[in-house]
């Protein structure tokens, strides 16, 4: 059976039987044959993707935001970037405070003494190497700790359990996620003495899902954690027995005051310099646990990729600017560094890649009114690859978050989410769970939107070095 | 199109035209409605098997032998044995040298620097805290770590590659095991100051593999320990960039000369008890990371909640003996104490579950020639779980493995192992990986393996306490 949208069944059914005028179809998209062809070629022979992220997730590994690995991730992006042959290859650098994951652990005291595998979140404060013991007070939601009376609270170790599944387009991960963004505060408002929250994720493995939370409203620091699923699981079925459960936690982590950031910046210069250039980006930081294959390595390797694909085959009507973030994770802080240097340039688009390397299966845009047909021959380059057409009013990324809600048009290459969150932020982040096959897919959805945005390519003239 | 195995085509095509007179069909195997009905129940709606896993589990989590978890584990046992109805309920205790992992680390000193996810080996040196370093000599097999001059190994960190890949019926394990049982002792005659393997395990997480070895030939013992694989695999890509590769290694670990283990035993008595008893196993102890859900609290559970169903049903002829050894894990030593002390009693069959908790799918045995119906009829009487009956003269089992070497028969029933070397003695082995679906068909096939064996049930007894 074919299931048709219940209003577009009407559409198909009322139609004959009414015959009214139709509505005047919309003009024809036409997709010139060069840019069938860029993206075939992507789809069958692209190796650049591959090739950085193999080489950042093995040469560099963990790049942690602020830190010396991050450094070595812009040394290795600087000399990958000018030997791909991009221009004006660049750091701009920034300051940043950093917090740095010491050894942690977390036991089962009683009523059944056992070892759980624990993860600090970014910004938990220090346990110190003693640790801190305490009863659970558990809570099904956030909403049902808000509710609680802080006496319910006070002196004990929160512990937050959900249950986040996983969807194609990774909507869950706004809902699911306020256990570990409101969670800290709200148990320090209240008086706990830490708090751990089930990962955010959808794994079944013993892989704390760590990530960034901050204390807001000027709640006191406390050491914040994420248990593994199994672990979360397996506290569940302890506090089942209805005995008072007590834990240790061990969480210790150091702080910087400063450290040097920065975002890698290349560019394939356009044939006309005064139109305003097409922004490609991901990020480079990754969380520490896992070496960042699909967040973000996979990210900047398709948005370069691409743009070296555009590069090969001639030159662009406009400029292409690949931005390689950095310190995406603890905060947008890259993001909000090209802002504040470059948000009143003009940007032609803005595109981020920045959730993994599984197929891409949608793409937005939000070009505006005028520029519709632009937005339709983009939905129509990539319709071959199995990519839906979306909203014409949305366009969404991480780093670029700042800029588009500056303003900035956007599209948005929307890959499909449902493994995404078995991996995010955890240590299983690593080479092997980025598919060549999907990956290429994704080279060719960003070369097709590429050729599309930055105007005709002049085959014959060669990039201006 | 249908594919028959070419011997049996040629008889098929054959027989028609050769007309030869048919050799007698054997003997038409009939298995009693009861049988057929004990078993379906269990596939509905046993409880126990899942009762016993998630209990042991929870209550008690990792259960690593001579140690006070596993002391717990047996308290647990003998009482949750008792609460289930069973008689004689025992421990026979035994003394035993135990190994205990300490904290533990890996990185990349150069050219990369980066951590690697490591667990030491069962019966590793313990590095201290300050951990050693060296440069990594790589093979590719036990094999090519043999043919290697010492000169290539000696002052180095030998690591091992290999590929195991799944198999139904779990016997990969004993070829690509190799690295991790034969490896440190090469290594360490070779001159190796340590010595790392791929993990033996066909997953892809960040979550090691340990198990047992031990140095023979009186090498002197070195840390040893397991990277997960991708790891391994990271390692792999970092020395094929043609550097020298350093690596430090922290393995941590104490020994005690002897610490108690034991094996828990319970007894459906039969109604005749000068017949041999049906022994029915699985081991309490497993390995310290995870919390030995399918390796193998499922199989004493498996084991019991049979003996339990058959128990429910009325009085056996035979009595069942259900062990559940300790210290399986460390090298079978509480098969080799029952064994030392029961050999010499007469066993009418011994089985064993020891792999896992997904669906059983080949039973094998070894009752010998004059039982072959009885061997015929349990095969029978799994046919309609989808059980295919294999040879008449195999039977195996770890703990019951001396056992069934003395000339006890044996029954074996053999779950799919497909993802059985993904969980093994890692973190992961925990409960959220047995499916409580399969766990019923395996307390199905051995509550009917159980009613062939131990004889007809007299519904209207009651067992004897």
Chains 1, 2 share one sequence.
Do not use: C
Request: aromatic share 4%.
């Amino acid at each position: 059976m074919i299931k048709l949208p219940l209003a577009l069944l009407a559409t198909v059914l009322a139609a004959p039987l009414l015959a009214q005028p139709a509505a005047p179809p919309p003009p024809p998209v036409v997709v010139a044959p060069w840019i069938h062809a860029l993206r075939d070629d992507a789809l069958a022979n692209d190796r650049h993707a591959w090739d950085i992220t193999e080489g950042l997730t093995t040469e560099v590994g963990p790049r942690m935001a602020g830190t010396a690995a991050e450094a070595r991730a812009r040394a290795w992006s600087v000399a990958k970037l000018k030997a791909m042959g991009f221009s004006n290859v660049r750091v701009e650098t920034f300051d940043m405070p950093v917090w740095v994951r010491g050894p942690e652990s977390a036991e089962v005291l009683a009523p059944f003494p056992q070892r759980l595998v624990v993860a600090a979140l970014g910004n938990s404060a220090s346990t110190g190497p003693a640790g801190v013991s305490g009863e659970v007070a558990a809570f099904d939601s956030v909403d049902a700790l808000r509710a609680a009376p802080d006496a319910a609270v006070r002196g004990k170790i929160v512990f937050i359990d959900h249950r986040m599944t996983p969807t194609q387009d990774g909507s869950g991960y706004g809902q699911f996620g306020a256990p570990r963004r409101a969670g800290p505060t709200l148990a320090s408002q209240k008086g706990a003495i830490a708090i751990v929250v089930r990962s955010i994720g959808t794994d079944h493995h013993r892989n704390p899902h760590t990530g960034v939370m901050s204390f807001a409203d000027g709640a006191k620091p406390i050491p914040a954690g994420a248990l593994t699923i199994p672990d979360a699981e397996q506290l569940v079925r302890i506090l089942k027995r209805g005995k008072p459960v007590t834990i240790r936690l061990r969480l210790e982590s150091t702080t910087m005051a400063s450290a040097q950031s920065g975002n890698v910046i290349a560019e394939v210069p356009g044939r006309d310099p005064r139109l305003a250039p097409v922004l490609v980006a991901g990020h480079l930081d990754s969380w520490d646990q896992g070496t960042g294959a699909i967040d973000d390595a996979s990210g900047v390797a398709i948005a370069a990729a691409a743009a070296k694909r555009i590069m090969d085959a001639g030159r662009p009507l406009r400029t292409i600017r690949i931005v390689w973030f950095g310190a995406e994770e603890v905060g947008l802080l890259g993001g909000l560094d090209y802002l504040a240097r470059h948000g009143k340039e003009p940007h032609h688009a803005a595109a981020e890649s920045d959730f993994g390397a599984d197929r891409i299966w949608k793409v937005e845009s939000k070009l505006g009114e005028a520029r519709r047909d632009e937005a339709r021959l983009i939905g129509a380059a990539l319709a071959p690859l199995g990519i839906v057409t979306g909203s014409f009013d949305e366009a969404d990324g991480s780093d670029i978050g700042p800029l588009l809600a500056s303003g900035v048009p956007g599209v948005g290459l929307g890959q499909d989410g449902t493994r995404y969150f078995d991996l995010h932020h955890t240590p299983d982040d690593t080479l092997d769970k980025v598919d060549p096959v999907q990956l290429r897919q994704n080279v060719a959805a960003w070369t097709a939107m590429l050729a599309v945005t930055t105007g005709p390519i002049e085959p014959n003239a060669r990039p201006r070095r």
